[in-house]
């Protein structure tokens, strides 16, 4: 095990860790109830959010990742796709701060919609194991 070989493993551990976190924690929080902490939303709504969320994805690996990779290269491209993961967390109390003062409207799914433009620079970090 050389250090080049740890640096990677340690790396796409932490992206694991990182992604399958956010991926248990996102569905919980859409159908917690506002007072509880999340948004109250229903199964239907959660599950077009996250549909949405796999076709965004599909494009925005086919049409923009081989040139962001060009532009900014492997490490740039890994490192930012991980620090996305701040915003992600940080996210999910602000939408319970709005959801509890303006509802589950056009404010809140703004914010999930920013929540789910950052969730696409951190599944970028992925197609970069190929």
């Known amino acids: ?8 493993v340690i790396n796409y551990a932490t992206l694991g860790l990182v992604d399958i976190a956010y991926r248990a924690i996102q569905p919980l929080f859409f159908s917690t109830p ?3 902490g999340g948004l109250g939303l229903t ?3 959660i599950g077009k959010i996250l549909a949405l969320y796999g076709v965004l994805n599909g494009i925005y690996q086919f049409t923009c990742f ?3 990779h060009s532009l900014w290269g492997t490490k740039k491209l890994f490192v930012g796709g991980l620090c996305c993961s701040i915003p992600i967390f940080a996210l999910f109390p602000v939408m319970n701060a709005l959801a509890r003062v303006y509802g589950v409207g056009p404010i809140v799914y703004s914010v999930v919609a920013l929540q ?3 969730a ?3 599944s970028s970090c992925f197609s970069m194991t190929w």
């Open 43 to 45: 199964p239907p709504s």
């Open 120 to 122: 696409l620079g951190l």
């Open 1 to 8: 095990m050389t250090r080049r070989v740890l640096l990677s």
């Open 34 to 36: 506002i007072e509880g």
């Open 116 to 118: 789910i433009v950052f």
């Open 66 to 68: 081989t040139r962001a």
